[in-house]
């Protein structure tokens, strides 16, 4: 009897111990060694451990590793030639040709499915009838922008479809800096099918200006003048992953002294030259204004012919392209989600591949 009393006497001392706080506690202390011993204040708060919060605090089941796209590890490398500068992609194709009179250059991809092209101005006869009088190849029979790139691409492309027309909201500023008279300044989001990129989407914008008519017993020898011809294109549902990369390549253009030189001399005055594509946040504004339902049809039907799902990083909000089956395998964590049918449309930054 006595002994089973100061056994129930113990274990009585042992559990106010326990309650008050007076117990060592193994921790993993990085400063005082791996398994570091240490004693817990009477006073030191205390935690109620929540199991409905654990998924929160559990890191993933395994590691995940990230192969990052191609649009977000860019090498950058300079180019040069007489007339300009430019920043490209490491491996992609730069040509130009032109003077300070005329100048175009592109840049594209090894493929030829993404890239960025740019002229200075071009010109249209303003009545169809005289295109051949005047030297031009082909005539203009909508005198608008749209018109000018519908008539640009029609013998290159199975289709050149605009989804979106915008005025860029730079406009006012355009007008104000020329003494010439805007007669239409567009931004287009367009889709097409052509033989290198197969279907494809782009950004296509210009400016175009009236000069007085000229007419000549009946006819008009006048012309439209068309300026800052800027188009940027890529696969079908891959623009929003590249436009950021084209952005770059278009803001990092710049002239040499030598073309500003000719710029004075042809154009016989002390005013420098402006790259047209200094700036091209006003005219991406025609895709961020797109309709977005048929991306979205567009990515999911992709994704699915791809076997691939698309995930949402939590911590670092972004977007990856993740295998099939991929958050099953994940199992119960809170990182990694589902995107929603609106995020199809804001492209992905890497993908997650099957071990």
């Known amino acids: 009897m006595l002994k089973k009393l100061l056994a129930f006497s113990l274990a009585a001392v042992i559990g106010i111990w326990a309650l008050s706080g007076c117990v060592s506690v193994s921790v993993n202390d990085p400063t005082v060694g791996e398994d570091a011993t240490a004693s817990v204040a009477d006073d030191a708060p205390s935690e109620v451990y929540d199991s409905t919060n654990a998924a929160e605090t559990i890191a993933p089941a395994r590691e995940v590793s990230v ?5 977000t590890s860019v090498q950058w490398q300079p180019y040069s030639c007489a007339y300009f500068t430019l920043y490209v992609p490491a491996g992609w194709q730069v040509n130009w040709d032109g003077n300070a009179h005329k100048l175009w250059w592109t840049v594209t991809n090894p493929e030829g499915d993404v890239g960025i092209y740019n002229l200075d101005h071009d010109y249209a006869a303003k009545d169809p009838a005289m295109t051949q009088t005047l030297g031009f190849n082909k005539p203009l029979n909508d005198a608008s922008v749209q018109g000018y790139f519908e008539m640009l691409y029609e013998d290159t492309t199975d289709h050149f479809t605009v989804q979106n027309s915008i005025t860029p ?13 805007i007669w239409d300044y567009k ?10 990129v197969g279907e494809g989407e782009g950004i296509y914008s210009a400016v175009m200006f009236d000069h007085d008519d000229i007419v000549i017993r009946g006819a008009n020898y006048a012309n439209w003048e068309i300026d800052a011809i800027l188009t940027q294109w890529a696969p079908l549902g891959q623009f929003v992953n590249w ?14 002294d030598y073309y500003v030189q000719e710029w004075h001399s042809w154009l016989n005055t002390s005013v420098n030259p402006s790259p047209s594509t200094s700036d091209t946040d006003p005219v991406m504004q025609a895709f961020e204004e797109r309709s977005k339902s048929d991306t979205i049809i567009q990515e999911k039907r992709s994704d699915m012919i791809g076997e691939y799902e698309r995930v949402y990083d939590n911590e670092t909000g972004d977007i990856y392209r993740a295998y099939n089956g991929f958050l099953d395998d ?17 492209g992905y930054v890497g993908w997650i591949d099957k071990d």
């Open 67 to 71: 192969r990052p796209a191609e649009w």
């Open 169 to 181: 909201e730079n406009y006012s500023v355009l007008q104000s800096s020329t003494n010439k008279k």
């Open 187 to 196: 931004s287009l989001y367009a889709t097409f099918k052509d033989s290198t």
């Open 243 to 256: 436009k950021n990369v084209l952005a770059q390549i278009a803001q990092s253009f710049a002239y040499t």
């Open 330 to 346: 994940m199992g119960d964590q809170k990182r990694y989600s589902p995107i929603t049918d609106n995020q199809y449309a804001d």
